[in-house]
């Protein structure tokens, strides 16, 4: 017998034939989205367009930190996005945001590198990250319509860690060109946006199971079947967070944990650029894409079936212990990089960062479905999303200011602040630490009311 025949093939999971039976149809069409859609998308994340800012744009501090802020604070945006989507098809609307994002993406290339230029590249790097809050807020519907709770984790890992070898892949092949040619921006952005396009074409195929029922229960709500608050009138936003405490208690562990993280991710990428500027100018690019891009989401790729498996098996509650304490040890590693000025050290803080993004990805995209009822998944999701947006708003704004902080503005006699440095770093550890004590009382609490199972609410 020959030495292929013997051993497994790690792609075969990623067939379709592999799937559940009443999955495939669904997830033939994601796969071959996520194969597509991530080359544009590769093009904002954060260790690539912050890069390209200020390398090729000399985007100012300010600028630097509202682009790698604008994924988190773009989810301000999902309570209109929900809206929007309400009783209206899911995949075409997915599909149009997606659309609309690849348009943004194309455009940057037509950018002048000066004058009004750096400000117009942020304004469309935020557009492009608001349309993709709407794309990640619909697809939560989808995925929680499509595939089933004991395996939903598993097949949506396929999709993500699909897309994440790309994101991996394109800031390798980017770097080098721009350190190279600065002006191949030009080209790779729409190039990498026509790619998208094909990927869109395949995603609009996707059929949603049993959503005739979910869209009549959308545009009525009114029905007797559908949730209701104590009052007996139809669920909001607010009467989700007054009345359901646990999923309270959860948002305010996550959200603890999402401001520590933010503002110790918008400082370290600083960090990570003015140290490459400084004693490795010819390769900065690279390495700073390597750091910031490449090396999280290598790692965050080989974790995540690791990840998905202790998902499915897991509430959310238990599932975010353990994961919050990467959060711990990830921000003191990168407290020890800043404070002596480390590169191997923020190369290993990059690889935490990816190991925690691995679980973080997951947990962000589906645990609110162990709170939810399957008819207000759109509300449960909207919340936490519009969460994640207020805390996006401020804390990566608020970490790069205590980081490097700012010049004296004697207008509004504010004095002149030098930073707190490395020291931020061990502030973000101490409140992820917090975040993890509030996740062991939420499952201690839950399992002492005989809940904490996995499964959908």
């Not at 205590?402 to 707190?420: H, Q, S, T």
Request: hydrophobic share 55%; aromatic share 10%.
């Amino acid at each position: 017998m020959s030495r292929s025949a013997t051993l497994p093939n790690p792609l075969a999971g990623f067939r379709t034939a592999a799937q559940p039976p009443m999955t495939r149809q669904a997830y033939h069409h994601e796969i071959r989205a996520a194969m597509t859609v991530p080359f544009a998308l590769a093009l904002l994340e954060g260790g690539v367009i912050a890069v390209v800012a200020k390398n090729v744009f000399g985007v100012g501090n300010l600028g630097f930190a509202t682009i790698v802020a604008a994924p988190m604070f773009a989810n301000l945006t999902s309570l209109v996005w929900t809206r929007v989507a309400r009783g209206k098809p899911k995949v075409a609307v997915t599909s149009w945001l997606m659309a609309a994002s690849l348009v943004l993406v194309a455009a940057i290339a037509l950018l002048p590198t000066t004058g009004p230029g750096p400000s117009l590249l942020v304004v469309l790097a935020v557009a492009a990250r608001v349309v993709l809050a709407g794309v990640v807020n619909v697809r939560s519907t989808i995925w929680r319509m499509n595939f089933p709770r004991s395996l939903r984790a598993t097949i949506t890992t396929k999709f993500v860690l699909t897309a994440t070898v790309i994101l991996m892949a394109v800031p390798l092949a980017v770097g080098p060109l721009l350190d190279w040619r600065p002006w191949s921006f030009r080209v790779v952005f729409p190039l990498a946006a026509a790619i998208g396009f094909l990927g869109v074409r395949s995603f609009w195929r996707v059929r949603v199971r049993g959503e005739r029922r979910l869209l009549r229960d959308e545009r009525r709500p009114h029905e007797a079947d559908a949730p209701r608050q104590a009052s007996g009138k139809p669920h909001t936003v607010w009467s989700v967070l007054a009345q359901d405490r646990v999923y309270r208690f959860y948002l305010a562990c996550q959200f603890a944990g999402g401001v520590a993280n933010m503002m110790a991710i918008t400082a370290f990428t600083l960090m990570v650029i003015e140290h490459l500027a400084a004693v490795a100018p010819r390769t900065q690019n690279t390495q700073g894409m390597l750091i910031s891009a490449a090396v999280p989401l290598l790692i965050a790729t080989l974790s995540m079936p690791w990840w998905s498996r202790r998902l499915d098996a897991n509430h959310i509650a238990r599932f975010r212990i353990g994961h919050a304490m990467t959060w711990v040890l990830n921000q003191s590693v990168m407290f020890l990089a800043a404070w002596f000025a480390s590169l191997p050290l923020m190369y290993a803080a990059a690889a935490g960062w990816g190991f925690m993004r691995g679980g973080g990805v997951l947990a962000w995209q589906l645990g609110h479905n162990d709170f939810a009822d399957r008819r207000l998944v759109p509300t449960y999701m909207a919340i936490h999303q519009t969460l994640t947006g207020v805390r996006g708003a401020f804390a990566p704004f608020l970490g790069t200011a205590l980081f490097a902080g700012w010049p004296a503005v004697e207008r509004v006699g504010l004095p002149a602040f030098g930073g707190i440095g490395a020291w931020l770093f061990a502030a973000t550890a101490g409140l992820s630490f917090l975040s993890w004590l509030g996740f062991v009382f939420l499952q201690r609490r839950l399992a002492a009311a005989g809940g904490g199972r996995a499964e959908d609410a």
